[in-house]
């Protein structure tokens, strides 16, 4: 029993060294095309040895191949995929990943939160993305979570919430939104038809003008309604 259970460990470790070499070969011998044509094959083989891996340096370095595999996936709508990958990546960050590689660790939880959003774990989405407002640094990374959230409740048909949040990630710019329309100034409404080229290229004129309406025609109206398609509202300015 005792000499069982020594040569299942010698098999599972041997399993984990293969894994780890096959990987490590890959990426020793494959140009950039090839690293990307079989990025899952490679960081599928990688992550099967991680346990073995003990350099700080190359744990980021797989972290980072874990991040390119969840993007390439998502990209291919295989977002359970995704989202298996984007949690390796941060679980092979360092403790102080904030502050020691902020770039990184942003971009894999924001596509994180974004993957738990798509395959219906909202809860957790949601969770995700406030957390991760209070780590942004910049107004620009700021905004990227302010847009997931706005898609977030977009799938939960909220409206008012989307526009709320959509207001606050014009307000990072220094963007004032009025809280109401402003009052009709000036517009002009109609068309222009597809003759008025006529009067700038020497094009021919062989139809006959059967219709006989103006090649334009414009108004300028006093009243305006205006159709929110979201709140399924009319307004009349």
């Known amino acids: ?123 957790e989405a949601k969770s995700m993305l406030f957390d991760l407002l209070k780590k942004a640094e910049t107004s620009i990374d700021k905004s990227k979570i302010y847009i997931r959230i706005m898609r977030f409740y977009q799938s939960l048909t909220s409206p008012d919430e989307v526009i709320k949040y959509g207001i606050k990630a014009l307000e990072l710019f220094n963007i004032k939104i009025p809280k109401q329309l402003p009052s009709m100034a000036s517009m002009l409404v109609g068309y222009f038809s597809y003759d008025v080229i006529r009067y700038v290229e020497k094009i021919s004129n062989n139809c006959k003008d059967d219709l006989k309406i103006p090649d334009v025609r414009l108004s300028r109206p006093k009243n305006l309604v205006v159709y929110d398609n979201l709140k399924k509202i009319i307004y009349y300015i």
């Open 1 to 123: 029993f005792i000499t069982w259970l020594m040569l299942n460990k010698w098999f599972l470790l041997f399993n984990t060294v293969k894994y780890l070499k096959i990987g490590q070969i890959s990426i020793e011998n494959l140009d950039d095309k090839e690293k990307e044509l079989k990025i899952f094959e490679i960081v599928n083989h990688l992550n099967k040895g991680s346990s073995l891996i003990k350099n700080s340096k190359a744990t980021i370095k797989l972290s980072k191949l874990n991040y390119q595999a969840g993007i390439k996936a998502i990209r291919s709508t295989a977002y359970q995929n995704a989202l298996n990958y984007l949690k390796i990546g941060i679980s092979l960050l360092p403790k102080d990943h904030w502050e020691t590689d902020y770039a990184l660790t942003f971009t894999l939880y924001l596509n994180n939160a974004e993957c738990e959003h798509l395959v219906g774990n909202y809860d």
